[in-house]
């Protein structure tokens, strides 16, 4: 995905989120635009044994101001209706950040 709904998402690409005595945490977020600071995360089988680390990381990134959204792979398989719930979440995304400041 280069262009969604107007804005550029860069596919696999690392999120810092927290550096700390030396050491730089990351993780390579599936989906990510800078501009609506939003992760897009597409979780396979492997998330259902890691909920408790993707909850801590999460939590970490919003406090740096980032939206992560994560869709179960299963909701791939209606691509018509995941662009539509995708499409809504950008322009709410977009709303939230460019009209609070006003």
Same mark, same amino acid.
């Given at each position: ?49 890691? !909920? ?13 101001? &980032? ?18 719930? &995708? ?12 009209? !609070?400041?006003?």
């Amino acid at each position: 995905m280069k262009k969604f709904s107007g804005y550029r998402f860069l596919r696999q690409h690392p999120v810092f989120y927290q550096i700390d005595k030396g050491w730089i945490d990351f993780f390579i977020a599936d989906f990510y635009c800078y501009k609506l600071k939003l992760i897009i995360e597409l979780d396979g089988e492997i998330h259902l044994s890691q !909920k408790e680390y993707d909850k801590e990381r999460d939590e970490k990134l919003k406090a740096k101001g &980032l939206q992560v959204i994560r869709i179960d792979n299963a909701r791939t398989e209606d691509l018509g209706k995941l662009k539509m719930d &995708l499409e809504e979440i950008v322009e709410k995304r977009a709303h939230y950040l460019f009209t !609070k400041n006003k």
